[in-house]
Structures are given as C-alpha cells and as structure tokens.
Nanobody
C-alpha cells in the first residue's frame, strides 16, 4: 500500500490550495479515506473523511472551507482548501479512515502566512 500526498506549499491567509493523494496497491473504490494534519507541537488530527459511498464529514474548524472528494478511476483523493487561515499550517497526510498505522506517508506541508 502506498499513499502519496502532494500539493502543499505556501499560501497567504484567505488563499486556496488543493491537495492530492494518489493511492496504489489497493482496491481504492472500496476504501474509506481521510485527510489528517499535524501542526507543530500538536497531535495529528482528522480533518475530513470520505466514505466509499461518497459521504463526507469534516472537523468543525474546516467546515465550509475545505472540501474532500475522490476520483475512483484515478485512485486519488483530494482536499480543496479555501479561506485558509494561519492555524491551518500543518503537515497534511492522507490515510484510510480509520487510519492504518502502516499507511502513513511523508505528508505534504501547508504553510499559511498572515
């Protein structure tokens, strides 16, 4: 199993970024997927999840600003982030939901400047 996150970078407050996570080695369409993040000095947290059915859920602080989606044909899950805030600064990871300890990749760093 390999989950490769990309798309992070530097954004200004109020800006947008789109993260992608390409999966390989799995039957992607049947998997529930999640985006997680870990800010400096904080625990890793679930940001958004999307079930195999397409149903989505969000952590309260990102509701209305972030949107998770998936393309089963491309075995890819996306996180569209808008109205970014400095407190969104973190390393973002994709994993299954619930997460698998063996599936953590390197993540992608998102830095939001004020």
């Amino acid at each position: 199993v390999q989950l490769q996150a990309s798309g992070g970078g530097l954004a200004q407050a109020g800006g947008s970024l789109r993260l992608s996570c390409a999966a390989s080695g799995i039957i992607f369409s049947v998997k529930n997927m999640g985006w997680y993040r870990q800010a400096p000095g904080k625990q890793r947290e679930l940001v958004a999840r999307i079930l195999s059915t397409g149903s989505t859920n969000y952590e309260d602080s990102v509701k209305g600003r972030f949107a998770i989606s998936r393309d089963n044909a491309k075995a890819t899950v996306y996180l569209q982030m808008t109205s970014l805030k400095p407190e969104d600064t973190a390393v973002y990871y994709c994993n299954f939901w619930p997460y698998s300890p063996e599936a953590w990749g390197q993540g992608t760093l998102v830095t939001v400047s004020s």
